[in-house]
């Protein structure tokens, strides 16, 4: 069966990177398109970016374009969502998810899930 881990999340302070990743287990990453969610407490969880299966599409929720980016590597069966200029509002726990279609950041849309892993942004 099919299971996605998400490491890499910690505390940072407002301006430090961190780089995320999410590791499939029981199936291949390339043959999904994928997506990075967030949820911070009493907040709904929302679509912070996605790459198509091929790679060709990749899509960024406005408040993180120019800061984060996401990519993948087939041979290691991971995507990461390398996160830049971090701000204390980036704090949330992060998801990454798999889709067997087309490119959105509809949570509702993704099938998998991992179990996420937190970053917190605080000086």
């Known amino acids: 069966q099919l299971q996605l881990a998400e490491s890499g999340g910690g505390l940072v302070q407002p301006g430090g990177s961190l780089r995320l990743s999410c590791t499939a287990s029981?199936?291949?990453?390339?043959?999904?398109?994928v997506g990075w969610f967030r949820q911070a407490p009493g907040k709904e969880r929302e679509g912070v970016s996605c790459?198509?299966?091929?790679?060709?599409?990749?899509d960024y929720e406005d408040s993180v374009k120019g800061r984060f980016t996401i990519s993948r590597d087939n041979a290691k069966n991971t995507v990461y969502l390398q996160m830049n200029s971090l701000k204390p509002e980036d704090t949330a726990g992060y998801y990454c998810a798999l889709r067997d279609g087309s490119l959105t950041r509809n949570a509702l849309e993704y099938h998998y899930w991992g179990q996420g892993t937190q970053v917190t942004v605080s000086s």
């Open positions: 029981g199936g291949t990453l390339e043959n999904y398109a």
């Open positions: 790459i198509s299966i091929s790679d060709d599409f990749i």
